[in-house]
């Protein structure tokens, strides 16, 4: 395969120090990065410099650490507001992760704008980390969730929208690029069908912030979260965008330190946004790394990276349709489509695939990938699921099909 990758990947490969190892004796293809990415030494530099060099806490000590540490942590909050190109950096939330942050809206939005008979629109394709948090505060304020289906190819079934979107919707939660399938869909679209209704739209942007240029203000939703561990930056850390008058508006979420204005013995009055919603101690040193990650894909530019990855997945549905045995979810073509994608192998199991693929040096995940409605919807309990990312390279494609192809003669 010829490729037209613009940038250089056998030299990004080599600042991913995991990336030299072996694994059973084979040179690692790590093919798991939709579940977590891997780090360049860049990141993990920029975190042991904050451990041994200015590792204080935030916003409260007058030394000189405290005031670096904050200065740091302050600076990748505006880091991310130019990443998706948010109106101010007061509208970024540091959260553990995407689940955190879907979280944080469901209890504190949705406790105080739902009501008994509001809808809340989801699709069969989300993670349970977009599902979840919706049932439970459905279940707290009698609100009720409707689901958009998806077709054949695994793509959303957007005439429903017409019966699905009314009056009635008051928020619609939708994933960006599905982690299953890696179908990408039209958020931007539906967020304007939504804001027709008078519904607000959630966009979780797990799978699509770390893999191709997001922008709000384009996209034109009101939430967006994302974690930092999928984006080369160390677990822990993660993101909550909203608008500013919608967070505002918004009661705190975890009560603590560093969210409040005035704590009297009966009552408090709190902090404004962001701090309203960072209660206690944030991921400091995680924070600052997660701008350098920031740095780091910008450096390499969030076109070039999604075109990298189409590319990579064209060479994969090709060259996967030659492996007897195999069905694939998700689109057949890269159009609107994502470098992640799910498959069985007839007669084997999912798990006994990837173990099969372990033995050869290749990470893949199998399971049910934390979206257990649409693997009963496709009527298969299990998939192994393959992702690329900026350090893949083609020859990687061909060990995984070279590997199915073993497997599934293995099992014959
Ligand atoms: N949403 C999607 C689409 C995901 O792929 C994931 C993680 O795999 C999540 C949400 C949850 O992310 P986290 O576990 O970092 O909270």
Same mark, same amino acid.
């Given at each position: 395969?010829?490729?037209?990758?613009?940038?250089?990947?056998?030299?990004?490969?080599?600042?991913?120090?995991?990336?030299?190892?072996?694994?059973?004796?084979?040179?690692?293809?790590?093919?798991?990065?939709?579940?977590?990415?891997?780090?360049?030494?860049?990141?993990?530099?920029?975190?042991?410099?904050?451990?041994?060099? =200015?590792?204080?806490?935030?916003?409260?000590?007058? =030394?000189?650490?405290?005031?670096?540490?904050?200065?740091?942590?302050?600076?990748?909050?505006?880091?991310?507001?130019?990443?998706?190109?948010?109106?101010?950096?007061?509208?970024?939330?540091?959260?553990?992760?995407?689940?955190?942050?879907?979280?944080?809206?469901?209890?504190?939005?949705?406790?105080?704008?739902?009501?008994?008979?509001?809808?809340?629109?989801?699709?069969?394709?989300?993670?349970?980390?977009?599902?979840?948090?919706?049932?439970?505060?459905?279940?707290?304020?009698?609100?009720?969730?409707?689901?958009?289906?998806?077709?054949?190819?695994?793509?959303?079934?957007?005439?429903?929208?017409?019966?699905?979107?009314?009056?009635?919707?008051?928020?619609?939660?939708?994933?960006?690029?599905?982690?299953?399938?890696?179908?990408?869909?039209?958020?931007?679209? +539906?967020?304007?069908?939504?804001?027709?209704?008078?519904?607000?739209?959630?966009?979780?942007?797990?799978?699509?912030? *770390?893999?191709? *240029?997001?922008?709000?203000?384009?996209?034109?939703?009101?939430?967006?979260?994302?974690?930092?561990?999928?984006?080369?930056?160390?677990?822990?850390?993660?993101?909550?965008?909203?608008?500013?008058?919608?967070?505002?508006?918004?009661?705190?979420?975890?009560?603590?330190?560093?969210? +409040?204005?005035?704590?009297?013995?009966?009552?408090?009055?709190?902090?404004?946004?962001?701090?309203?919603?960072?209660?206690?101690?944030?991921?400091?040193?995680?924070?600052?790394?997660?701008?350098?990650?920031?740095? =780091?894909?910008?450096?390499?530019?969030?076109?070039?990276?999604?075109?990298?990855?189409?590319?990579?997945?064209?060479?994969?549905?090709?060259?996967?349709?030659?492996?007897?045995?195999?069905?694939?979810?998700?689109?057949?073509?890269?159009?609107?489509?994502?470098?992640?994608?799910?498959?069985?192998?007839?007669?084997?199991?999912?798990?006994?695939?990837?173990?099969?693929?372990?033995?050869?040096?290749?990470?893949?995940?199998?399971?049910?990938?934390?979206?257990?409605?649409?693997?009963?919807?496709?009527?298969?309990?299990?998939?192994?699921?393959?992702?690329?990312? +900026? =350090?893949?390279? *083609?020859?990687?494609?061909?060990?995984?099909?070279?590997?199915?192809?073993?497997?599934?003669?293995?099992?014959?």
């Amino acid at each position: 395969m010829s490729t037209l990758t613009q940038f250089d990947v056998l030299a990004i490969r080599r600042e991913f120090p995991i990336l030299q190892q072996e694994v059973h004796g084979h040179r690692l293809a790590f093919l798991d990065s939709a579940a977590s990415s891997q780090k360049p030494r860049q990141v993990i530099d920029c975190l042991e410099d904050y451990y041994r060099r =200015y590792n204080a806490n935030v916003h409260r000590g007058v =030394y000189k650490f405290s005031e670096e540490a904050t200065f740091a942590y302050e600076r990748a909050r505006g880091k991310v507001a130019r990443f998706i190109g948010a109106a101010s950096q007061r509208e970024i939330i540091f959260t553990r992760n995407t689940t955190e942050a879907i979280n944080l809206v469901a209890q504190t939005w949705g406790a105080t704008n739902l009501r008994p008979g509001d809808r809340i629109l989801l699709s069969l394709m989300e993670h349970h980390s977009n599902i979840v948090p919706w049932q439970m505060i459905a279940q707290r304020t009698g609100a009720i969730l409707d689901y958009l289906s998806i077709d054949g190819e695994g793509r959303l079934v957007l005439e429903e929208l017409d019966q699905k979107l009314t009056e009635q919707t008051k928020l619609v939660a939708l994933t960006h690029q599905s982690n299953m399938l890696g179908t990408i869909n039209p958020v931007r679209m +539906i967020a304007e069908r939504a804001h027709a209704v008078g519904a607000v739209m959630l966009v979780d942007g797990a799978q699509s912030v *770390p893999h191709m *240029p997001v922008n709000v203000t384009e996209l034109g939703c009101d939430f967006l979260a994302f974690s930092g561990h999928k984006m080369c930056a160390p677990t822990g850390i993660g993101v909550l965008w909203g608008r500013r008058k919608l967070l505002e508006a918004m009661p705190p979420f975890l009560g603590g330190g560093s969210m +409040i204005k005035v704590v009297e013995l009966e009552q408090s009055t709190y902090a404004d946004v962001p701090a309203r919603f960072e209660a206690g101690t944030p991921a400091i040193g995680e924070a600052i790394a997660l701008g350098e990650a920031i740095d =780091y894909l910008s450096a390499i530019g969030m076109e070039a990276i999604y075109q990298h990855e189409v590319e990579l997945m064209a060479y994969a549905l090709e060259r996967l349709g030659n492996v007897p045995g195999l069905t694939l979810y998700g689109p057949l073509t890269t159009e609107q489509r994502g470098g992640a994608f799910s498959f069985t192998l007839a007669g084997v199991h999912p798990h006994d695939v990837a173990a099969i693929l372990d033995g050869q040096g290749i990470a893949v995940r199998a399971g049910h990938h934390c979206t257990q409605p649409l693997h009963r919807h496709f009527d298969v309990p299990a998939t192994t699921r393959a992702s690329f990312y +900026i =350090y893949n390279l *083609p020859e990687e494609v061909d060990r995984l099909a070279v590997g199915l192809e073993k497997a599934s003669k293995l099992f014959q």
